[in-house]
């Protein structure tokens, strides 16, 4: 989902569904995917490295990170998955 904030374009990115996935023994229902993408980017933003803006907040109830779209006009992104 991208929203706006500032006159900027961000992505939002959700928890992944832990129930859906089977998992014997957990009793979350939601990951802590985008607290740790979070973390990870102020990490790397002290250590100096460059990286994607963000921003946590709550979306349904649910914590969200919003990471600023870095490519510029005329960019485009491709996707991949590795095997």
Do not use: W
Request: with cysteine; net charge negative; glycine share 10%.
């Amino acid at each position: 989902m991208g929203i706006s904030c500032g006159g900027k374009d961000y992505l939002l990115k959700f928890p992944g569904n832990l129930k859906e996935q089977h998992m014997k023994n957990i009793n979350l229902s939601y990951s802590n995917s985008p607290v740790c993408e979070y973390i990870g980017s102020k990490i790397y933003e002290l250590l100096g490295i460059p990286v994607h803006s963000t921003i946590l907040g709550i979306r349904n109830d649910k914590i969200v990170v919003a990471c600023e779209d870095f490519l510029k006009n005329g960019d485009r992104l491709y996707e991949f998955e590795l095997p």
